[in-house]
């Protein structure tokens, strides 16, 4: 099995900044792509940025600009750097992993952390 474990949501100004940590552990021979989502209340989860392995990144278009999202390889770990935060971008985040797992080398596996709230206020 892989867990992943989501930290640093909380409330914030608009304006503000937070950073987003994810962690994977677990049955892990290779992580390849690693995302950020979100869902806010009343709507569907959708993708805030993704990486791959080799670092390249794309963005939603509602957040170029104002969040970064980065890993680190050898941590198993992704990052997610929210800069001049708005009410809008209130929900909770989700970290996603597409893992190759020690017990079968031939498919990839997605995962997804248990949530953080990000709650921006006006």
């Known amino acids: 099995q892989v867990q992943l474990v989501e930290s640093g949501g909380g409330l914030v100004q608009a304006g503000g900044s937070l950073r987003l940590s994810c962690a994977a552990s677990?049955?892990?021979?290779?992580?390849?792509?690693m995302g950020w989502y979100r869902q806010a209340p009343g709507k569907q989860r959708e993708l805030v940025a993704d990486?791959?392995?080799?670092?390249?990144?794309n963005d939603a278009d509602s957040v170029k600009g104002r969040f970064t999202i980065s890993r680190d390889n050898a941590k198993n770990a992704v990052f997610l750097q929210m800069n001049s935060l708005k009410p809008g971008d209130t929900a909770v985040y989700y970290c996603?992993?597409?893992?190759?797992?020690?017990?079968?080398?031939?498919?990839?596996?997605?995962?997804w952390g248990q949530g953080t709230q990000v709650t921006v206020s006006s």
């Open positions: 996603n992993a597409k893992v190759i797992t020690t017990f079968n080398l031939y498919r990839e596996y997605d995962y």
């Open positions: 677990g049955s892990i021979f290779r992580i390849n792509a």
């Open positions: 990486i791959t392995r080799g670092g390249s990144t």
